[in-house]
């Protein structure tokens, strides 16, 4: 096998980076009861494609990617106001094979990924209860609006290694404020949330460079159905734009436009514990970026 070139990867991952960076998901405003704990893991996985400017002699490129991720929230009163705090940890494992100049080549990394923590709040809908307040409000309330804001925080905590131009880690921190609402009407609910994701300096980038990175912003949207007591699907879409990287002040002309799609599902199996199932369809709009489907399990813990 041949070591795949750095000159190569400095596009790559700029690219990949970023392009992972959005999400899909639904329930995001969802009110929680008031003194409980929320525990969560899951597993994804990642598989597809990566389409290189021509001119980088680099064809046939895959990735497979597996994820492991734990994660806490805990939901609590600010002032009149219903909020919430929540962390994840990812830890990952990353395969890269494809041709370098008509060769086999590949690069594997594992490791832990860097650890986002958020902070949202609810300014209209169910006020701050317990599980039986929520309960009575969504009752006398079939048909109502929640919109509510959040700042989250990817941190450097990730495998990072200077001399390596593939990390799990990114050695930046992401930060990304987030507006959005849910309308609910009976059984179904429709959602709205923009993101701004807003990239600090790598200045430990490959090679001894500084890697800048701009902004990207993403829209995403759900259709849900709750189709019993405890089990709902949701449909959605979201699209991102922006992100053109820069090493060293020069521009790598990777502005990029991305299309996900999804279809998830979850329900209560006891009183207390949940799960998801989701499939993510990734599609770049360029002609170079990358093509993945995502498949995700989730379980959930409450407690109090």
């Given amino acids: 096998m041949l070591r795949l070139q750095s000159y190569i990867f400095v596009f790559f991952l700029g690219y990949l980076s970023s392009s992972f960076a959005q999400d899909v998901e639904p329930r995001r405003w ?31 490129v895959n990735i497979s990617f597996s994820t492991v991720f734990l994660s806490y929230v805990k939901p609590f009163k600010l002032g009149d106001k219903g909020a919430r705090i929540d962390v994840l940890v990812p830890f990952g494992f990353q395969l ?17 990924g860097d650890a986002r923590v958020r902070l949202s709040v609810n300014f209209t809908g169910a006020p701050p209860g317990n599980a039986q307040e929520l309960q009575k409000y969504f009752r006398d309330n079939p048909v109502h609006t929640t919109f509510g804001a959040s700042l989250a925080v990817t941190l450097p905590t990730g495998q990072y290694f200077e001399e390596k131009l593939l990390n799990i880690g990114q050695n930046q921190v992401i930060v990304r404020p987030q507006i959005g609402m849910v309308h609910t009407w009976r059984n179904w609910s429709y959602e709205l949330t923009g993101s701004m994701y807003f990239f600090s300096r790598n200045n430990n980038f490959f090679n001894n460079t500084t890697r800048r990175q701009d902004p990207i912003f993403a829209l995403q949207t759900h259709l849900i159905r709750r189709l019993s007591d405890r089990l709902w699907a949701s449909l959605s879409l979201s699209y991102g734009l ?17 299309l996900l799609s999804a279809l998830s599902v979850g329900g209560r199996i006891t009183a207390f514990q949940n799960i998801k199932l989701a499939y993510l369809n990734s599609q770049t709009l360029k002609d170079i970026g990358s093509n993945t489907h995502n ?10």
């Fill in 30 to 60: 969802s009110s929680l009861p008031l003194k409980s704990n929320i525990i969560g893991a899951g597993y994804a996985f990642t598989t597809g494609e990566v389409l290189f400017d021509p001119l980088l002699e680099a064809e046939d």
């Fill in 242 to 258: 922006g992100g053109t990287s820069q090493v060293s002040g020069v521009s790598k002309a990777d502005y990029r436009t991305n």
């Fill in 96 to 112: 890269y094979e494809g041709l370098l100049r008509g060769e086999p080549a590949s690069v594997y990394r594992n490791g832990f």
């Fill in 295 to 304: 498949f995700i399990f989730g379980w959930s813990y409450l407690f109090l």
